[in-house]
């Protein structure tokens, strides 16, 4: 399995806060049977602003400390991308680290809302030869109370330019029932393709899925969640297109409370 979303590096956002965290977080994903993981730092994300060669150089520090401690995993480059006024002007002038130097950026809405314009922001990434993961947006509070946001953004485009990373924490209800619930509905309607951990920690919020996986699993089934954690994450590390279908919208409200412990 591949991780898309995971703050790894040591000493440059909230993740892993020295190299031994990163070792032991290493550790961690590969008795979670990871083989790669995205090291995504934060970049424009309130006192982060990680720069690329910093990135790179970290990336090339830990896999040489894996190698030498026979740890069977290997790190790749990426960052974690806010979505902020600045963000295409930085991408077009080589600031921004995409998802291992490929088309693939990951980017983060703000938490609060979907800005005014997404779309037309969307339809700019796209004309300048990129595309976009979507990171985490069942957290967004506007997306919990529209969900169908997303489906009716994801209808606009071609399958695949636009894809939408889900994370661990949600799936299995430890980032809220908000989220659980909105993560289900994306599941349901076919609007969630990758499956990651957004680990910042060894301890608090580590680098486990394996619980995850299998309520994904039980939700669309054992091929679509394998693709969502070994094929399209693979795709996107190669820099190739993601062969995925359109959207479903199968269910049009999330459950209520008691529904989300029903199939």
Not at 91 to 97: E, F, Q, V, W
Not at 119 to 141: D, I
Not at 156 to 174: C, E, H, N, R
Request: glycine letters at 6%; proline letters at 6%.
């Amino acid at each position: 399995m591949i991780d898309l979303h995971c703050h790894i590096l040591p000493g440059i956002d909230d993740g892993a806060q020295d190299p031994e965290e990163a070792l032991e977080m290493s550790r961690m994903a590969v008795d979670e049977c990871f083989s790669g993981i995205v090291a995504t730092p934060h970049y424009g994300s309130g006192k982060f602003l990680s720069d690329i060669n910093a990135v790179n150089r970290l990336v090339v520090e830990l896999n040489q400390e894996l190698e030498a401690r026979n740890i069977k995993l290997t790190i790749f480059p990426g960052m974690e991308v806010r979505l902020t006024a600045d963000v295409l002007g930085s991408l077009s002038t080589g600031k921004i680290l995409s998802i291992n130097q490929g088309p693939y950026v990951l980017m983060e809405l703000p938490i609060a809302l979907v800005p005014a314009g997404f779309e037309n922001f969307v339809r700019m990434v796209l004309e300048s030869g990129r595309r976009l993961v979507l990171a985490h947006p069942e957290k967004n509070l506007e997306i919990q109370r529209h969900p169908e946001i997303i489906y009716n953004l994801l209808t606009v485009f071609d399958p695949g330019d636009l894809l939408m990373q889900i994370t661990a924490d949600s799936v299995t209800g430890d980032a809220g029932l908000s989220a659980l619930s909105t993560a289900k509905y994306l599941l349901e309607n076919d609007l969630a393709h990758i499956l990651a951990t957004d680990a910042h920690s060894a301890v608090e919020r580590p680098p486990r899925i394996s619980n995850a996986l299998d309520v994904v699993s039980s939700i669309v089934g054992n091929e679509r969640a394998n693709k969502m954690v070994k094929d399209w994450p693979r795709d996107i590390l190669a820099g190739r297109e993601v062969d995925c279908d359109p959207p479903r919208q199968r269910t049009k409200k999330r459950k209520s409370f008691w529904g989300l412990f029903r199939r």
